[in-house]
Nanobody
């Protein structure tokens, strides 16, 4: 299974971006998909996840601003990011849990200017 993330870019504070992650390959059982991020000089941290039944979870720092969703096939997950802040600047990584070792996509850079 491969994950392909896209949608990053440069945006001013207060702006919005939408990230996408497409899973391809032999997809077996899916436990969850999600987004993580790693800011400059920081450790990778959870941003948001969505389980196979559709339950969502968010980091406190993004609650009310970010929304995770997916398409009907459950092979594409989105992260709608609104009211972006400079501290949201990071490389965002897509992640999937297929009841085995986690699968990671390549990162997509989000830069929020003040």
């Amino acid at each position: 299974v491969q994950l392909q993330a896209s949608g990053g870019g440069l945006v001013q504070a207060g702006g919005s971006l939408r990230l996408s992650c497409v899973a391809s390959g032999r997809i077996m059982r899916l436990r969850s998909m999600g987004w993580y991020r790693q800011g400059p000089g920081k450790q990778r941290e959870l941003v948001a996840t969505i389980t196979n039944p559709g339950r969502t979870n968010y980091a406190d720092s993004v609650k009310g601003r970010f929304t995770i969703s997916r398409d009907r096939t459950k092979t594409t997950v989105y992260l709608q990011m609104n009211s972006l802040k400079p501290e949201d600047t990071a490389v965002y990584y897509c992640n999937a849990d297929f009841f085995g070792p986690p699968v990671w996509g390549q990162g997509t850079l989000v830069t929020v200017s003040s």
